[in-house]
């Protein structure tokens, strides 16, 4: 079964960067995708961005468009998101999410989030 | 850009009785891709619905998603004590990609 963890809990000040991983098991290939969200203390999801492991192409929303990289280590199964610029208001627990793997989704991206990471909190404070 | 709003923002109810939860998109979601996810405290969401009426492995049959075009609906048939949760409903599209609705909390009355 699929299975994704990630790193543990990081606190940052404001300006600086952070740079969360997220580590896939359980998949027979590279054909799928690995999404990032976030959510912040007691408020709702929030889509970040996207990458696919089997190409590398990526996807951002445009809130954080310029401030967030996504990318792909497939030799260690691992994805990463770095987030830069921090704001107090970036204190949230960030997920990664995947679907199924299938060559089908590799540029569209799964429609659905059926396997999340544990999620990892990042807290921005001065 | 796809703005979903869901309501109401609680509901309060007794276990046993029907729960029906509504997700409204600003326009139309692509294909129906629109999905409903469980979190209680302390834990990730966990899909129940995706295709606006398809359960997702191990869900049970209590829960049910209707709706295509602007309007879907959650409805949980008969509440059982580790329904009581936020519900939040999804939708895929071209832009954004992924957005949510705000969540519908789901109390004991």
């Known amino acids: 079964q699929v299975q994704l963890v990630q790193s543990g809990a990081e606190v940052k000040k404001p300006g600086a960067s952070v740079k969360v991983s997220c580590k896939a098991s359980g998949y027979t290939s590279t054909t799928y995708g690995i999404n990032w969200l976030r959510q912040a203390p007691g408020q709702g999801l929030e889509w970040m961005g996207w990458i696919s492991a089997y190409s590398g192409s990526t996807k951002y929303a445009q809130m954080f468009q310029g401030r967030v990289t996504v990318t792909t280590d497939t030799s260690t199964s691992t994805a990463y998101m770095e987030l830069r610029s921090l704001r107090s208001d970036d204190t949230a627990l960030y997920y990664c999410?995947?679907?199924?793997?299938?060559?089908?989704?590799?540029?569209?991206?799964?429609?659905?989030?059926?396997?999340w990471g544990q999620g990892s909190l990042v807290a921005v404070s001065s | 850009e796809i703005v979903l709003t869901q309501s109401p923002g609680t509901l309060s109810l007794s276990p046993g009785e029907r729960a029906t939860l509504s997700c409204r998109a600003s326009q139309s979601v692509t294909g129906n891709q629109l999905g409903w996810y469980q979190q209680k405290p302390g834990q990730t969401p966990r899909l129940l619905i995706y295709g606006a009426s398809s359960r997702a492995n191990g869900i049970p049959d209590r829960f049910s998603g209707s709706g295509s075009g602007t309007d879907f609906t959650l409805t949980i048939s008969r509440l059982e004590p580790e329904d009581f949760a936020v519900y939040y409903c999804q939708q895929y599209g071209s832009s954004p990609r992924y957005s949510f609705g705000q969540g519908t909390k789901l109390e004991i009355k």
């Open positions: 999410a995947s679907g199924p793997s299938a060559i089908y989704y590799d540029t569209s991206g799964y429609p659905y989030f059926d396997y």
